[in-house]
């Protein structure tokens, strides 16, 4: 792919702001007031004519559309919590800074000229997912990306942007570790939900190759899905300034009428019966399961019930006298504290598969599986029959 050769220089930034001045719109005003020297050389003439009149809806803007499209998506959302979560602190955490931000991106890659593999800092707030992140002359020259789980991927031009964001910040390494040792059904104060994190869209694509999941033992798990080759990789199927996912170049190998009703699957997995709908349905379906029956685990072998609440942080919460309402503390929502090795690791694969809301395009097989053995896992405590719940693997 051979972008206008503007791109690669830092003089992107005032095109953004010229165009921002014709969108009307003020809010990015603080994007990298350090940049504006360097810039100023370089770009002036196409925007600002030698003399009038002239009305500025005839002025041709390079890049007009790509930057009116980004900017409209969610990857331009300074308000976003993605990107405003840490306003008051006046950085970004390093810890954080890399996915939060265009330049922690790229100090993380060292794109930045300092050293790659780690976030310097500091990372000022008010980034968010800029020009530079993906069209950046360095990014061609990153070979490879580090998963939470340990396993490195190789990687291929702006990929490396996408599969570094989207791989989430723990894998079932993480939960193994935590519960080692430990008896299977017996609570544990130390023990603390393990959060795959957000939009985990490449931990789910990457499948059981990536080892995001909680893997069971003896079990074996759906690679990489490869999907077909026109939709191998996720520029493919996300057009990368709206972010978007265009249907109709579905329709060359689907008879669906949206990406959420496609369906190859002649089984039904969730027990339904049902495959006039899309294979999403039964991956919602067989979520709901699972998250029924960590509730039931904890009410009824724990003994401690829970109660889920997806608005806050960190999303599990203690009932422990059974009113159905989260216990509270000196006006604190009390977090579940009760976590057993087995309820950790079953939460672990329904929040890694909720956390990405496209999975059933990213990986159905491996959603599906993670969500099957998970519910088999507790299907032995609760005493239930897997083959009265009809669900498949
Ligand atoms: C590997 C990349 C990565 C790292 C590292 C990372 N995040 Fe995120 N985070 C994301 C992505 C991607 C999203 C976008 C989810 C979405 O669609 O809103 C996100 C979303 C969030 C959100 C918004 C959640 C919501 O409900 O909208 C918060 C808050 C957040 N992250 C906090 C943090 C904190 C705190 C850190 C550091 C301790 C951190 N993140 C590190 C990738 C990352
Ligand atoms: C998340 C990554 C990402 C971000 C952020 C991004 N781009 Fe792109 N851009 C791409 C990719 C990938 C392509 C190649 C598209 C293709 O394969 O057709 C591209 C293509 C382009 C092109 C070529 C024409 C076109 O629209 O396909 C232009 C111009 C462009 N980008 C400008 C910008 C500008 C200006 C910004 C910031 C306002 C921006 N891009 C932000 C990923 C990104
Ligand atoms: C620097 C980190 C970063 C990179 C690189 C990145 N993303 Fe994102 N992406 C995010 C964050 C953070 C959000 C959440 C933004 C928000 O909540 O407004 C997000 C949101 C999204 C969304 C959700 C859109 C929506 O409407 O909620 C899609 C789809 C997406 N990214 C795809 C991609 C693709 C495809 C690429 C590669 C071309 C990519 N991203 C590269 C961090 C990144
Ligand atoms: C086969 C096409 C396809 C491929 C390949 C693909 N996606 Fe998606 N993606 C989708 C669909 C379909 C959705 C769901 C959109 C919806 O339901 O609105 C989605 C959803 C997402 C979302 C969540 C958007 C939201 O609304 O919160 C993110 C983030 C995302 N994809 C990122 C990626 C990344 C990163 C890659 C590459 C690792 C990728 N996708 C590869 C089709 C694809
Ligand atoms: C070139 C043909 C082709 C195109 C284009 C294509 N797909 Fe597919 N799709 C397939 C094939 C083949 C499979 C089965 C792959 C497998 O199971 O390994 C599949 C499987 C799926 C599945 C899983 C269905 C199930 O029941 O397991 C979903 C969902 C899906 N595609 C969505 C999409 C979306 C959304 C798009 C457009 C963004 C798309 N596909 C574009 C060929 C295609």
């Not at 057009?239 to 009703?261: W, Y």
């Not at 724990?302 to 009113?323: C, E, H, K, L, Q």
């Not at 491996?366 to 088999?376: C, G, K, N, Q, V």
């Amino acid at each position: 792919m051979h972008l206008p050769s503007l791109l690669s220089s830092r003089a992107v930034v005032p095109l953004v702001l010229i165009s921002v001045l014709f969108l009307g719109v003020q809010t990015l005003a603080q994007s990298e007031p350090e940049d504006a020297e360097t810039a100023e050389e370089s770009v002036v003439p196409f925007a600002l004519p030698q003399s009038g009149p002239f009305t500025p809806a005839e002025i041709n803007i390079d890049n007009d559309k790509a930057i009116s499209d980004w900017f409209r998506s969610a990857h331009a959302n300074a308000a976003a919590e993605a990107f405003s979560h840490w306003d008051d602190d006046g950085e970004v955490r390093a810890a954080c800074a890399t996915c939060h931000s265009g330049e922690g991106f790229r100090d993380f890659h060292g794109l930045d000229g300092t050293e790659a593999g780690v976030v310097d800092g500091p990372i000022d707030v008010g980034g968010v997912v800029d020009c530079g992140t993906c069209h950046n002359a360095g990014l061609a020259e990153i070979r490879e990306i580090s998963l939470p789980s340990g396993v490195v991927h190789p990687v291929q031009g702006v990929e490396a942007s996408c599969l570094t964001c989207h791989q989430g910040r723990s894998a079932g390494i993480d939960v193994e570790t935590a519960t080692a040792a430990l008896a299977l059904d017996e609570p544990n104060p130390e023990l603390r939900f393990i959060n795959p994190h957000y939009a985990t869209a490449a931990a789910t694509w990457l499948g059981g190759y990536g080892q995001a999941g909680y893997h069971y033992e003896g079990r074996e798990y759906s690679g990489r899905f490869f999907h077909a080759a026109p939709v191998a990789s996720c520029n493919s199927c996300h057009e990368p300034h709206t972010l978007e996912v265009e249907f109709e170049p579905c329709q060359t190998c689907h008879l669906a009428d949206s990406p959420q009703n496609v369906r190859i699957a002649r089984q039904s997995y969730d027990g339904s019966g049902d495959v006039s709908v899309g294979i999403r349905s039964d991956i919602q379906n067989n979520a709901a399961t699972l998250l029924s029956l960590i509730e039931d685990y904890a009410a009824e072998v724990v003994g401690v019930p829970m109660i889920y609440d997806g608005s806050r942080y960190p999303y599990f919460f203690t009932d422990a006298n059974g009113d159905g309402a989260i216990d509270m503390v000196d006006g604190q929502n009390v977090a579940y504290a009760s976590w057993t090795p087995r309820s950790l690791r079953t939460v672990f694969n329904w929040k890694l598969v909720t956390a990405d809301p496209g999975n059933y395009a990213h990986n159905p097989e491996y959603s599906l599986e993670l969500l099957y053995d998970s519910i088999e896992d507790l299907s032995g405590p609760l005493g239930l029959d897997m083959d009265e719940l009809g669900i498949l693997r």
